[in-house]
T-cell receptor, first 121, second 112 residues
């Protein structure tokens, strides 16, 4: 397996345009996450899917952002009417959902892709 | 929202030195993860910790899940030039079933 793959690696767009990013997770992983990272900061959670279901969304995910994972495999993140403040690295990660004995979560390591660098001009 | 305090923010290393960094939270965490990120790349997982008190090594890296479940540290022994980069702690707590909370990172640079 080649790990988490994101496309494109870089995107420059004009303010007001729509952009869409794609993420292909590690094949056996049922969870897929989207994060955003700005310069000098750690990644910030946007949303995550377990299989096809979008289970959690951050307050950072404004109504201009939409994420889908229609078949429980790859996912897309669309940003409509981009603004300069949307410029950031968009990271995708995948993992298995927690499992283990009793209440101990195990195997929840999230593996990240290389990210898509968005620049809105 | 929940935040992680990671320190130091930056440090300079000389080849061969040992390095230590840590992360604290105000909430009890179920999982602690340590990542390294190079410029323009995604974070790469170094070590994952799941139990309070757990001490795990990965080569020259050692990390521990604090007994209180509110902290973790990462040590790098005998640093080499390729250790340069940004190290992030991340964790999962009861209120965040699906997402990781990240610290702001510790930037490791080589001493001039």
């Amino acid at each position: 397996d080649t790990g988490v793959s994101q496309d494109p690696r870089h995107k420059i767009t004009k303010r007001g345009q729509n952009v869409t990013f794609r993420c292909d997770p590690i094949s056996e992983h049922n969870r897929l996450y989207w994060y955003r990272q700005t310069l000098g900061q750690g990644p910030e959670f946007l949303t995550y899917f377990q299989n096809e279901a979008q289970l959690e969304k951050s307050r950072l995910l404004s109504d201009r952002f939409s994420a889908e994972r229609p078949k429980g495999s790859f996912s897309t993140l669309e940003i409509q009417r981009t603004e300069q403040g949307d410029s950031a690295m968009y990271l995708c990660a995948s993992s298995l959902s927690p499992r283990g004995q009793g209440s101990q979560p195990m195997n929840t390591e999230a593996f990240f892709g290389q990210g898509t660098r968005l620049t809105v001009v | 929202g929940q935040q992680l305090n990671q320190s130091p923010q930056s440090m300079f290393i000389q080849e061969g030195e040992d390095v230590s960094m840590n992360c604290t939270s105000s909430s009890i965490f179920n999982t602690w993860l340590w990542y390294k990120q190079d410029p323009g790349e995604g974070p790469v997982l170094l070590i994952a910790l799941y139990k309070a008190g757990e001490l795990t090594s990965n080569g020259r890296l050692t990390a521990q899940f604090g007994i209180t479940r509110k902290d973790s540290f990462l040590n790098i022994s005998a640093s080499i030039p390729s250790d340069v980069g940004i190290y992030f702690c991340a964790g999962n707590y009861g209120g965040s079933q699906g997402n990781l909370i990240f610290g702001k990172g510790t930037k490791l640079s080589v001493k001039p």
